[in-house]
């Protein structure tokens, strides 16, 4: 990723003590981007996130490791934007408890300018890899669901199936997600359909 060709990013950088939290969204700054420094309120984090919507949040973890997982925890699940860690020492207790609630990198210190950018540099390449593998996981069990229908309906085998679909596609002139997704909505609507059934 150039870092001289992309815009200036929203950076969320929380702690509770207000001296290294100035210093490092200072840092964050230097580098071109929106620093949005906030003490670690738990109650407010939330609806800031949500608010503000960052590209990237940081988590300067102290003395309070307790707070710092509670504020990552609160952040992935608000946010849409990975959460980097800042450790003023090396913690692998830390880290592993951290990963659990969804931290995508960790960097020690947070002084070094380059350091900095090039972890947010790296970590937005792992968000947006994510996010693709999770959306073709996605795509993969509509179709899945796509030819379970298609054989159900047509009495025909997984191959053939997917050849069903396939050809429809090119016929088409469709993305084979599209037409499986499609093929799947449709079934939804059908009267029968354990989806479309009124609740007793």
Do not use: W
Request: hydrophobic share 45%; net charge negative; charged share 30%.
């Amino acid at each position: 990723m150039d870092t001289e060709l992309q815009e200036p990013l929203r950076v969320l950088v929380a702690d509770g003590r207000p001296a290294r939290l100035r210093e490092i969204a200072q840092a964050v700054a230097s580098l071109g981007h929106e620093a949005i420094p906030r003490e670690g309120d738990l109650n407010g984090i939330g609806s800031l996130t949500s608010a503000v919507r960052p590209d990237v949040a940081m988590v300067i973890v102290g003395d309070q490791s307790e707070q710092a997982l509670a504020l990552i925890g609160k952040i992935v699940h608000e946010a849409s934007c990975p959460v980097i860690a800042i450790l003023d020492v090396q913690d692998r207790t830390f880290i592993r408890e951290a990963a659990k609630r969804g931290l995508f990198a960790y960097i020690t210190g947070g002084d070094d300018l380059q350091e900095l950018q090039s972890s947010i540099d790296i970590v937005l390449r792992r968000f947006a890899e994510y996010h693709a593998l999770e959306g073709a996981f996605g795509r993969r069990a509509v179709t899945e669901r796509a030819k379970g229908i298609l054989m159900e309906r047509h009495g025909v085998d997984e191959d053939a199936a997917f050849a069903l679909l396939r050809r429809y596609s090119e016929r088409r002139g469709m993305k084979l997600a599209d037409v499986a997704t499609a093929v799947a909505e449709a079934h939804a609507l059908l009267p029968g359909d354990p989806a479309t059934r009124e609740p007793v």
